[in-house]
């Protein structure tokens, strides 16, 4: 095959859609924020995305059938703007592979009449967290309004060190090419798949395009995450208290 494949699924017509892009980063924010929009919306896949970048493997599905990995096109409706949601379950493997990848993926959103997208991901704080904030970067000052009001954070210098990845280079190229771009990026440990940082993310995609989700399937994988990090806190809390060589010496 080519370095790089575009499969034509389905002959979709989304009308004016908004690119939403969730791959897998940091706490899986993006990648579980994307999904959950395909779980909540009617949805076509329409597009394939195979490259050489990717791992050389196969996924299988429930019945056990093989396929190439690759990433994938949604054509989703909402009551709000039309989406085009990219999802997958790897990036490429190299600098240069994410330059390819990344305007593949441009010329598919552009092909099927995008001109604005979203970037979704996690930004590591490095610890458990309370109360989770939204962090924004965009391609030029003038989109930041409707996201400010969306309760997004423009910080200086964050995240350190920049935004990497598809996400990252969905700004930067899309910039070249004049699209309207922004990156949102969720507050999460970086530990664990933190479905409460998705949430954040999705609310204020909520906000500023004008759509509405039911959050009770996210709120089930929460709790189920709080009781994994209860476990583990449990545990080192356990461990904080095993007495060590020193303590267990005395005078006698």
Same mark, same amino acid.
């Given at each position: ?104 993926? +441009?010329?598919? #959103?552009?092909?099927?009449?995008? *001109?604005?997208?979203? $970037?979704? =991901?996690? &930004?590591?704080?490095?610890? !458990? ?17 409707? +996201?400010?009001? #969306?309760?997004?954070?423009?910080? *200086?210098?964050?995240? $350190?060190? =920049?935004? &990497?990845?598809?996400?990252? !280079? ?83």
């Amino acid at each position: 095959m080519d370095a790089i494949e575009i499969e034509t699924v389905a002959e979709a017509t989304p009308s004016d859609p908004v690119l939403i892009e969730g791959l897998p980063g940091v706490g899986h924010v993006g990648k579980l924020a994307a999904e959950y929009l395909l779980e909540e919306f009617e949805s076509e896949l329409v597009r394939r995305v195979y490259a050489d970048e990717f791992p050389p493997q196969v996924s299988i599905d429930d019945e056990g059938v093989a396929e190439l990995v690759c990433a994938e096109f949604h054509a989703v409706e909402t009551e709000g703007r039309d989406l085009l949601v990219l999802t997958g379950d790897h990036q490429a493997g190299s600098n240069a592979g994410h330059y390819h990848l990344t305007e593949a993926f +441009l010329d598919v #959103a552009t092909e099927l009449g995008t *001109d604005r997208l979203f $970037a979704l =991901g996690g &930004v590591p704080t490095g610890e !458990l967290i309370e109360e989770y904030h939204v962090l924004g970067a965009v391609t030029d000052a003038d989109l930041k309004g409707d +996201l400010t009001d #969306a309760g997004v954070e423009f910080r *200086d210098d964050e995240p $350190a060190g =920049g935004i &990497v990845g598809v996400s990252g !280079l969905l700004l930067g190229l899309g910039r070249r090419r004049g699209l309207d771009a922004a990156c949102l990026m969720g507050e999460t440990s970086g530990y664990l798949v933190d479905p409460k940082s998705a949430r954040a993310v999705l609310e204020v995609l909520e906000s500023v395009l004008g759509f509405e989700l039911d959050y009770e399937s996210l709120e089930d994988r929460a709790e189920e995450m709080e009781e994994v990090v209860g476990k583990i806190q449990e545990m080192q809390n356990q461990s904080a208290q095993v007495p060590t060589d020193d303590d267990l010496r005395y005078i006698g």
